[in-house]
C-alpha cells in the first residue's frame, strides 16, 4: 500500500477516494484516527489522521494528479456525515445517479453535494435519487456487505496490486497465493476489502 495524501476528516478522506475509483484508480481510506500515538503525531504536523491509499505504487503519479485535481476543487461535505452514518456511495446503481441539474452533465459520485465541477450548481444527488425511485434505491449505500462481494474474480484480479511485502507486483497470479519474489502469502479480497473499510 502507498500513502498519497491525509485528510483530517474521514468523510472527505473517502470522497477523495471514491475520486479516484471514479477515475479509474482503485483506492481506499486507512483510518490512523484509531491509535492515539497516530492521533497526536498528526495534529503536531499538522496532517490529518485518514490516510489515503493505493494498492501499486506504479499508479502513484496517476492518483497524485488527481488528488491535487479533488483537493484544488473540493466537493462539498455534509457535517453529519463526520458521525460514522456516511453513505458508502459507491454501492449506488450507476444508472440511478442524475445528471447535474444545472447543466445537464453526469454527476461524479465523489461530488454528493455538489458544487458540479462543470457549472458550479450545489445539488444533493441521493436527495434526487430518494424522491425520483424511492428509499430503497438508496438502501446499497448503507449496507455492509464487503464492497468487492459482487465482483468476479477476473475483475478482482484486473486491479493492479503489489506484494504488500515487498511490493513485487502480482499482476496474472491469481485472487490468492503466494508472491514469487519474497514468498508472503497475499489474498487479493482480504487487501482490497481492509482498503475499502469492510
Ligand atoms: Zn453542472
Ligand atoms: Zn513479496
Not at 26 to 49: F, R, Y
Not at 143 to 164: R, Y
Not at 177 to 188: I, L, V, Y
Request: with cysteine; aromatic share 6%.
Amino acid at each position: 500500500m502507498l500513502k498519497i495524501g491525509s485528510f483530517h476528516s474521514s468523510a472527505f478522506a473517502h470522497l477523495a477516494a471514491a475520486h479516484l475509483r471514479e477515475n479509474g484508480l482503485m483506492a481506499g481510506v486507512i483510518d490512523g484516527s484509531m491509535s492515539a500515538i497516530t492521533h497526536v503525531m498528526a495534529s503536531t504536523l499538522n496532517k490529518g489522521a485518514y490516510e489515503l491509499v493505493i494498492p501499486s505504487k506504479r499508479n502513484e503519479t496517476l492518483a497524485r494528479e488527481l488528488l491535487k485535481q479533488f483537493e484544488t476543487n473540493p466537493p462539498e461535505i455534509d457535517p453529519d456525515w463526520e458521525n460514522d452514518i456516511a453513505p458508502d456511495l459507491s454501492k449506488l446503481d450507476r444508472k440511478l445517479i442524475p445528471n447535474c441539474p444545472g447543466c445537464d452533465w453526469p454527476i461524479m459520485i465523489a461530488r454528493p453535494l455538489g458544487p458540479c465541477q462543470r457549472c458550479g450548481t450545489k445539488y444533493d444527488v441521493l436527495d434526487m435519487i430518494f424522491q425520483t425511485h424511492g428509499p430503497e434505491a438508496l438502501a446499497p449505500c448503507y449496507e455492509t456487505e464487503p464492497p468487492l462481494a459482487n465482483m468476479t474474480d477476473a475483475q478482482v484480479c484486473d486491479i493492479a496490486i503489489d506484494c504488500p511485502a515487498c511490493s513485487y507486483p502480482l499482476d496474472g497470479l491469481g485472487v490468492r497465493g503466494h508472491c514469487p519474489e519474497c514468498g508472503a502469502r497475499f489474498d487479493r479480497r482480504e487487501l482490497f476489502n481492509g482498503l475499502l473499510g469492510a
